[in-house]
């Protein structure tokens, strides 16, 4: 392993080091480099570029200026660069490999999308620039929305807010403004137990109590148990469709009128929209408000933090409530206005600093545009093969929970796993082994040891079947009692397994001085 000054020290020794397992002098495997955290590899006085010395100047900031040196290290061009460089050649995706990540619908995204993403005149916006100079940029936002409410059947879309949790955050706004408008206090939202986590969490933050609905035998929300549960208290639902075990909500519509005779609103979870993209749409289900996670099902990469966008079709009975800005189009061209000429001030106002993220819209009207209607549809349908195609391809190994087809992903039970030792965690460490980024694991929370694959529409069947055949080999191995390899994976990934635990119970969350000389860079530093 390397040292804070980036020297080799002794060989890893014990299991726990940083290069654990390895035997190499330096810590290194192969070609993948062991790095320290760029804070450690900082030594006093290197530096990256040759700039004069700056004047002294004194600072105007007064009382709030910094009083010591912000703590930055000290590094040179080529150690930033590499360092860069080894962690995103640490970083799996979509582009180095199969990704079946479920609930996530990692896309493939289109080279043609950054091409475009990149042109002048529009990767170079800035979002302050006027209007006038900017009207290609909104004509793209505006035509993007077209889309949105074509494809949805909506008669209106909020395009601002930044993923999928912050467009629920729109959708629920909406709708508390939408009883407030009518002087209504209702407090409660109904939820299925199998949600993403976000939908309870938005429903809390916007202040309501959150009741969840409990799940029937086959998959679908219990009618019989929501019709319980809705009163006059119910400010709206919160659904998603195809729900999170893959299965579309047969219901939708006999939801939709159930929620609406009581005066309250539907909002979907529209995460899912790749399965049903060009078949179905949202707007003859009855759905007054859902996100569409442009980078779930519109291309784009994303995952650990990459961007986001979540646009929000409303129905008419909600888009009045719709955050500002909005894009008219008149004899002037496009503009962008906080109020709509002869419509009620009923906006629950902004979400975002500017308009949305532009760089996603470019990509995801790309994608658009290059598949076509047809094209677009297409996806929907392969999604629903290539996750029918695993089902298939495991069933005789594996236990769905819920009969029958499913949607985008196929979910599984740990049940086939019984009386192994082997556990979910341990499959999907394994598979890390195996050269795949492990499915979805203990979601959602209502099956047993769960197991959510969902493949990507974009892969081939050559793809799929590598995918079953390695599943089959270690479903194989866990039942004929060879557990080693699981006990102990991954072997071959460039860390070992974590202590989750304790990461959780006692995160390290600040680097710890080792010597005196970072002991005192530290104190002068915070
Ligand atoms: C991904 C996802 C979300 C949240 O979307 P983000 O863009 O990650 O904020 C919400 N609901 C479901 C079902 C999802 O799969």
């Not at 906080?338 to 419509?343: D, R």
């Not at 979805?440 to 055949?469: C, N, W």
Request: contains cysteine; proline residues 6%.
């Amino acid at each position: 392993m390397l040292n804070k000054q980036g020297r080799p020290t002794q060989p890893a020794e014990s299991s726990t080091e940083i290069g654990q397992g390895s035997e190499t002098y330096s810590g290194n495997k192969g070609l993948n480099l062991e790095s320290p955290l760029i804070f450690e590899q900082g030594l006093d006085g290197r530096i990256g570029v040759d700039m004069a010395e700056p004047k002294q100047v004194e600072s105007r900031l007064g009382s709030i200026a910094r009083k010591n040196p912000i703590g930055l290290p000290d590094l040179s061009e080529p150690q930033v660069l590499r360092h860069f460089v080894r962690l995103s050649r640490q970083n799996y995706a979509i582009d180095s490999g199969f990704y079946p990540l479920g609930s996530c619908t990692m896309k493939h995204n289109p080279r043609i999308n950054e091409k475009v993403a990149r042109l002048a005149g529009l990767g170079d916006l800035h979002p302050m620039q006027p209007t006038s100079t900017v009207q290609g940029a909104l004509e793209l936002i505006d035509s993007l929305a077209h889309w949105l409410k074509t494809i949805t059947g909506m008669p209106a879309v909020a395009m601002s807010p930044a993923a999928g949790a912050h467009g629920e955050l729109c959708g629920v706004m909406a709708i508390r403004a939408a009883h407030e408008a009518k002087g209504e206090a209702r407090t409660r939202i109904l939820v299925p137990e199998s949600a993403h986590g976000t939908n309870p969490a938005t429903a809390a933050l916007c202040g309501y109590k959150v009741d969840a609905v409990p799940a029937r035998e086959d998959g679908r929300m219990d009618l019989d148990a929501f019709a319980e549960k809705l009163g006059p208290d119910v400010a709206g639902v919160m659904l998603t469709n195809p729900n999170t075990c893959g299965l579309f909500e047969s219901d939708v519509k006999k939801i939709a009128g159930m929620v609406h005779e009581i005066g309250a609103y539907f909002y979907c979870d529209g995460a899912n929209l790749n399965a049903i993209l060009g078949r179905t749409r949202p707007g003859d289900l009855g759905v007054d408000a859902m996100h569409i996670n442009l980078h779930k099902t519109f291309s784009t990469p994303h995952g650990g933090g990459g961007p986001g966008s979540g646009p929000v079709v409303l129905s008419d009975a909600l888009s009045a409530f719709a955050p500002v800005p909005f894009i008219t189009h008149g004899d002037n061209g496009f503009d962008l206005v906080e109020h709509q000429e002869g419509q009620a001030e009923k906006s629950f106002g902004r979400m975002k600093g500017y308009h949305g993220q532009m760089g996603m819209f470019i990509r995801a009207l790309a994608y658009m545009q290059s598949h076509g209607s047809d094209g677009l549809r297409q996806i929907a349908e392969d999604a629903v093969l290539n996750a029918n195609y695993i089902r298939v391809g495991l069933d005789d190994l594996m236990r769905s929970p819920f009969e029958g087809i499913c949607m985008h992903e196929a979910l599984f039970d740990d049940s086939s796993l019984k009386g192994t030792g082997v556990t979910t965690l341990d499959l999907a460490k394994a598979l890390i082994d195996e050269g795949y980024h492990p499915m979805t694991m203990y979601f959602p929370l209502v099956v047993h040891g769960a197991m959510l694959i969902e493949p990507t529409e974009s892969e081939s069947r050559q793809t799929l079947d590598q995918f079953i055949g390695t599943m089959r080999y270690l479903l194989e191995k866990a039942k004929a009692g060879e557990t080693e390899m699981f006990e102990q994976a991954p072997r071959f990934a460039p860390r070992r397994r974590l202590d989750e635990t304790g990461a959780a119970r006692h995160p390290v969350l600040r680097w710890v001085p080792e010597t005196d000389e970072e002991e005192e860079k530290l104190s002068q530093a915070s």
